[in-house]
């Protein structure tokens, strides 16, 4: 079973801060994908990263793999009270036996007005 | 462009009866899936089907679960009997290709609760 550990689990901020979330494994993922899923509905996926050190920006925020392809992190600039909600990591694994797409619990971002 | 729709929304039941839970992928998708959410363990993979096939169901709790898909724009997932630790947030996801890696569009959920 590959594991998918996020931190931190729970992060409330004030509107206009900056802040950063991770997601880290011991396994090796060929992509890892972001989602963020509002209460009451399902997961929407915000995007995939493929390539070990690749860096993807979506507005404000900035997603990067780590260069060994087992961990990803997601910066988000001058947070916005729409940008509350939960995010979720999910990795594919690296050989045939685990390639399936695998979940974090997740962080829980709550952002003040 | 209609998404998944998963039918119902919310399911109250007793412990021992049988629930159905139902999904639409979107048109034109090869792969379906279901997951179930818990605060606990999060978002799991119970199965999936690739043209209509079932595919993987190692996530399928025990013999109490069973799933579906007669056709390509209809699943649906059955408990039965159910328990009240089958209490969740169950959701189905479509992807157009074949591979695990593809973009999963998901429904809203269906929230299960059972007394």
């Known amino acids: 079973t590959q594991l998918l550990e996020q931190s931190p689990q729970f992060l409330s901020i004030q509107e206009g801060e900056n802040l950063t979330v991770y997601c880290n494994s011991s396994?090796?993922?060929?992509?890892l994908q972001w989602y963020r899923q509002e209460p009451g509905e399902g997961p929407v996926l915000l995007v995939t990263?493929?390539?070990?050190?690749e860096v993807k920006k979506l507005k404000r925020l900035t997603f990067q793999f780590g260069d060994a392809r087992k961990d990803s992190s997601l910066h988000i600039t001058a947070a916005q009270p729409g940008d509350t909600g939960l995010y979720l990591c999910?990795?594919?694994?690296?050989?045939?036996?685990?390639?399936?797409?695998?979940f974090g619990k997740g962080i829980t971002l709550s952002v003040r007005p | 462009d209609a998404g998944v729709i998963q039918s119902p929304r919310h399911e109250v039941t007793e412990m021992g009866q049988e629930v159905t839970l139902r999904c639409k992928p979107i048109?034109?998708?090869?792969?379906l899936f279901w997951y179930r959410q818990t605060m606990m363990r999060g978002l799991e993979l119970l199965i999936y089907?690739?043209?209509?096939?079932?595919?993987?169901d190692s996530g399928m709790p025990e013999d109490r679960f069973s799933a579906k898909m007669p056709n390509a724009s209809f699943s649906t997932l059955k408990i039965q009997p159910s328990e009240p630790r089958d209490s969740a947030v169950y959701f189905c996801?479509?992807?157009?290709?074949?591979?695990?890696?593809?973009?999963?569009?998901f429904g809203s959920g269906t929230q299960l609760s059972v007394l």
């Open positions: 999910a990795g594919v694994g690296d050989t045939g036996a685990n390639s399936k797409l695998t």
């Open positions: 990263v493929v390539t070990g050190g």
């Open positions: 089907f690739n043209n209509n096939v079932p595919i993987d």
């Open positions: 996801a479509s992807s157009r290709g074949k591979g695990v890696q593809e973009k999963l569009f």
């Open positions: 048109s034109g998708h090869n792969s």
């Open positions: 396994s090796v993922f060929s992509s």
